[in-house]
């Protein structure tokens, strides 16, 4: 996807067994965080989403949700809960080609933040934390 087209659909379950379909929030702004806890930039940059979080609680419109490529969901988990990342976080399957996420969503590395738009349009993607930070600063009042 490129920067204005759709989305790609995306569902599935969260490490705590709820049911998960990113159309159901639509209307929403929308950070995803493409993670692993064997990726070192990952370890280092996930966990600072919570405090940018929190400057966009939920009724504000921005949701946050984290999509795990950890080959073991349990240690994908146990970073999650050590690190305190309360938004739902999604174990999507295994780093390699044939992973239908990566391949739809056209994801290379990791980290990898987006933002998408209400309307469930791409509104960046790849993004660093600062480029995130700031295109939400201007994007969402």
């Known amino acids: 996807p490129t ?3 759709p989305v ?3 569902a599935g379950w969260t490490f705590d067994d ?3 379909s990113l159309e159901s929030w639509k209307g929403k702004f929308i950070v995803l965080d493409f993670w692993a806890s064997w990726c ?3 370890r280092a940059e996930t966990p600072r989403l919570g405090d940018l979080r929190d400057d966009y609680p939920s009724a504000r419109s921005v949701e946050f949700v984290g999509l795990n490529f950890d080959f073991n969901e349990k240690a994908g988990k146990a970073f999650a809960d050590a690190n305190k990342l309360e938004w739902p976080q999604l174990n999507i399957g295994e780093w390699n080609p044939e992973n239908v996420v990566l391949r739809d ?5 990791i980290p990898s933040l987006w933002l ?3 309307k469930g349009n791409v509104l960046g993607r790849d993004l660093t934390f600062k480029e995130l930070e700031q295109l939400l600063k ?3 009042s």
Do not use: K, N
Request: net charge neutral; glycine share 18%; hydrophobic share 35%.
């Open 3 to 5: 920067i204005g087209s």
């Open 8 to 10: 790609p659909g995306l």
């Open 18 to 20: 709820q049911e998960f």
């Open 40 to 42: 070192p930039p990952c």
């Open 105 to 109: 969503f056209g994801v290379t590395a």
């Open 116 to 118: 998408i738009g209400p």
């Open 138 to 140: 201007s994007r969402v």
